[in-house]
Each structure stands twice: as structure tokens, then as C-alpha cells.
């Protein structure tokens, strides 16, 4: 089994999830020989009030823009 774990600011449609979660496992299944039906994709959503780039939060990046 392969299990691919992606972490991202949340903030993506359901459609968009879907869409990325489908090309990963075909990327992984094509990649390494498997069966599409082993690729496992886990996403991990954290929202912007937990996420810090250069030590600012994303909510306040955010505002700025």
C-alpha cells in the first residue's frame, strides 16, 4: 500500500481535492508499478490562523493583500 499525505492551507473546493487526489494516485500508481486500488491519499487541511510564513500568520498576510 502507498500512502501519499499532503498538508495545505485549507481554502480548496471539494472539486479541486478530488481532481488533485485522482492525478496523485495516478502519478504514484504509475510511479511505482501499483494498482491505483493501493494508493491511499490523505489531506490535511490547516487553517490560515495556524499557518505562519516568514513568522506572520496567513490570516493577517491575508489582510494585507
Do not use: C, N
Amino acid at each position: 500500500m502507498i500512502v501519499v499525505k499532503l498538508t495545505m492551507m485549507e481554502g480548496r473546493t471539494v472539486q479541486q481535492k478530488a481532481e488533485l487526489a485522482r492525478r496523485l494516485t495516478e502519478a504514484a500508481a504509475r510511479h511505482f508499478g501499483a494498482d491505483p486500488k493501493e494508493v491511499r491519499v490523505v489531506i490535511y487541511e490547516v487553517p490560515a490562523t495556524s499557518w505562519a510564513t516568514g513568522g506572520i500568520l496567513m490570516s493577517e498576510l491575508r489582510k494585507e493583500r
